[in-house]
């Protein structure tokens, strides 16, 4: 199968109109500068190893996040859930599959991006991440978007957004406008989580706007020089 006829079937099962791009597909190298080449597996190893917050204790393992370690998009969710917990990467459950569809509608593969959540590990039973455990765990985050330093940072859901924005704004209130996160203000948009979304499909539409919102707002910053 062609990689259009692929995208086809995706916005298909997204339920939303086909969208043509106009640009080609963005490719990365997935290749880290040397001079950071330490720093990478070192911040794996002291996720890997935290103990910062109790969630560790009652977790497989933490989940650190995959893709390209120089990717230009930085995907951000929630947390772990089963599937992650278990196999140490994110978004690989229900959600992950739609999250794949999601990004393939915008010409993005899985591995051209970098994928990560705003907790590295899985709260029990899949309850809300408490304040805390975001405040001990976001650092990491940010080492994280210092490190792949993208183009832009695409947010999955409330807890995604209102963290990585430090603010309270509700979900439907970020959505729409290109918000900036850390020293070199990378815009971020905003979107619906895809778990929220196999739940309430009729908000598909809305996240399909918010993805084409993300990949104009991410062509018009790739004209920029940096
Ligand atoms: N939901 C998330 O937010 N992240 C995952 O990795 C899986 C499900």
Known sequence: ???????????????IDRWVLRRSPVVTANVAPAS?????????????????????????????GVGDRAAEWLV??????????????????????????????IDLP?????????????????????????????P?????VAMVKPKIILAFG???AQNLLATDATLGALRGVVHHYGPSSIPVVVTYHPAYLLRSPGEKRK????????????????AVPS
């Not at 006829?5 to 997204?14: E, F, Q, S, T």
């Open 110 to 138: 899985r591995q051209s991006v970098f994928i990560t959540n705003a907790l590295k590990c899985r709260p029990p039973e899949d309850r809300d991440p408490r304040p805390a455990e975001l405040a001990e765990c976001l």
């Open 36 to 64: 950071e080449s330490d720093a990478w597996p070192a911040l794996v190893e002291r996720v890997a190893a935290c103990t910062r917050c109790g969630l560790r204790a009652g977790c497989t393992q933490t989940v650190f």
């Open 1 to 15: 199968m062609t990689d259009a006829a692929l995208r086809a079937r995706y916005l298909d099962a997204l339920g």
């Open 140 to 144: 990491y985050l940010a080492e994280q």
């Open 207 to 222: 996240a399909w706007e918010d993805l084409k919102f993300a990949r104009r707002t991410h062509a018009a910053n790739d």
């Open 158 to 160: 409330r807890v995604a």
């Open 76 to 105: 951000v969710g929630e947390a772990p859930g089963a599937e992650e917990d278990a196999c140490g990467e994110p978004f690989t459950g229900p959600a992950g599959q739609l999250l794949d569809a999601m990004l393939a509608a």
